[in-house]
C-alpha cells in the first residue's frame, strides 16, 4: 500500500523559533498533498492543501504567513511553522493524495511543543 | 459547508460483541467516504474507503456501509477484541477536501 512519512515525529521549540516539518510520500508520485492540525480530543482540521509547483490554498483562518507551505517535489512537501508561539502546539498531520481512487494515504503525524 | 457528526462519541463494549458505529454527513455531494483507525498519539491508518457509487466495502472483521442520499454511513465491527480499541474517524471527501467527524471512542473490554 501507499506509504506516507513524515519528520520529525515529535519537536520541540523555543517561542519565536521556527520549525520545518516534512511529509514525503515514499512509493508514489502526489501532486497533492494536505496539511491538517489536530488538538487533544478534537478531529482533524484541514490547513491547506498544497499542489506541486504551484502555491498552496488555504483554509479559511489559517495565517499563510505563518504556516509556510512548499510542494516542491512529485514526493515532498514541507510545512514551516514561523514564529512558533505556544498556541501552535498541536499535532500536525500530512496527507498525499493518489490519482485513481481519489484516496488520501495520511503520516503518522508530527508532535510540535512550543515552549 | 460539509458538517460530520459520529454517534456515540464514546462506547465500551465486553470483549466478543458486536460494534455499530454511526456518521452522518450534511451535504450528499461526495466523492468518496473513509473510515480510519486513530490510536492514542498516532497518526491515522485507513481501514475502509467507500466510493459514492458504491453501497458498502467490507474487510476481514468490518464492514461499513453507505446511504449517500440520507447522509449516512455505519462501521460495523465483527466479535470486538480488545486490540479494537481507539478512535475510529469518519472522512467525507468533496471535492478532495476531506470532512472529518470528531470520532467515535472505542474501549473493548476484555
Known amino acids: 500500500g501507499a506509504v506516507v512519512s513524515q519528520h520529525p515525529s515529535w519537536v520541540i521549540c523555543k517561542s519565536g523559533t521556527s520549525v520545518k516539518i516534512e511529509c514525503r510520500s515514499l512509493?508514489?508520485?502526489?501532486?497533492?498533498m494536505f496539511w491538517y492540525r489536530q488538538f487533544p480530543k478534537q478531529s482533524l482540521m484541514l490547513m491547506a492543501t498544497?499542489?506541486?509547483?504551484?502555491?498552496?490554498?488555504?483554509e479559511q483562518g489559517v495565517e499563510k504567513d505563518k504556516f509556510l507551505i512548499n510542494h516542491a517535489s512529485l514526493t515532498l512537501s514541507t510545512l514551516t511553522v514561523t514564529s512558533a508561539h505556544p498556541e501552535d502546539s498541536s499535532f500536525y498531520i500530512c496527507?498525499?493524495?493518489?490519482?485513481?481512487?481519489?484516496?488520501?494515504?495520511f503520516g503518522p503525524g508530527t508532535r510540535l511543543t512550543v515552549t | 459547508k460539509q458538517e460530520v457528526t459520529q454517534i456515540p462519541a464514546a462506547l465500551s463494549v465486553p470483549e466478543g460483541e458486536n460494534l455499530v458505529l454511526n456518521c452522518s454527513f450534511t451535504?450528499?455531494?461526495?466523492?468518496?467516504l473513509q473510515w480510519f483507525r486513530q490510536d492514542p498519539g498516532k497518526g491515522l491508518t485507513s481501514l475502509l474507503l467507500?466510493?459514492?457509487?458504491?453501497r458498502e466495502q467490507t474487510s476481514g472483521r468490518l464492514n461499513a456501509s453507505l446511504d449517500k442520499s440520507s447522509g449516512r454511513s455505519t462501521l460495523y465491527i465483527a466479535a470486538s477484541q480488545p486490540g479494537d480499541s481507539a478512535t475510529y474517524l469518519c472522512?467525507?471527501?468533496?471535492?478532495?477536501?476531506?470532512?472529518f467527524g470528531k470520532g467515535n471512542q472505542v474501549v473493548v473490554i476484555p
Open positions: 496527507s498525499a493524495l493518489t490519482g485513481q481512487t481519489l484516496e488520501q494515504y
Open positions: 512509493d508514489f508520485q502526489a501532486t497533492t
Open positions: 498544497s499542489n506541486e509547483g504551484s502555491k498552496a490554498t488555504y
Open positions: 451535504d450528499s455531494a461526495i466523492y468518496n
Open positions: 467507500i466510493q459514492s457509487s458504491q
Open positions: 472522512a467525507v471527501n468533496g471535492n478532495n477536501r476531506l470532512a
